[in-house]
């Protein structure tokens, strides 16, 4: 499987990524803006939209049944060298399944996960999968 992306700059104050039928404004701007990813947010997307593409692809082999997934991420940068040196996640899942089953799900999305295995071993990857409060995900 290949994947191909290309990047375009608009302006000093944005680019335009594009794939397949898709695209999305990227924060380059030095100053920053409000209105579109920067390249590090970018990266905490695609983790946790790993993790929930990685749910979606378990769920119905493990018969797992939910209502819905969020995650939250977070990532702190260091200087030298710059990287984001420490991640960490926060799966929220809304189901009845119980605990064992939960502890489950998180190995497989850590174990199957292709942007989660490509950053953890050069980050501090931590956290948790957890049920939802009764008000949900």
Request: proline share 4%; glycine share 8%.
């Amino acid at each position: 499987m290949e994947f191909k992306v290309t990047t375009r700059r608009q302006d000093a104050h944005g680019s335009v990524a594009a794939c397949k039928n898709a695209s999305i404004v990227l924060d380059t701007d030095l100053a920053g803006r409000r209105d579109a990813f920067n390249p590090a947010e970018l990266l905490l997307a695609a983790l946790s939209a790993c993790m929930i593409k990685g749910i979606e692809r378990v769920t119905p082999i493990l018969t797992f049944s939910l209502r819905g997934v969020a995650v939250h991420v977070h990532g702190i940068r260091q200087d030298v060298p710059p990287r984001l040196s420490q991640i960490t996640h926060d799966i929220v899942v809304d189901t009845d399944e119980p605990d064992g089953r939960l502890a489950l799900l998180h190995e497989n999305v850590k174990k199957y996960g292709t942007v989660f295995n490509t950053v953890a071993p050069g980050t501090t990857l931590t956290g948790v999968l957890r049920r939802a409060a009764q008000s949900g995900a």
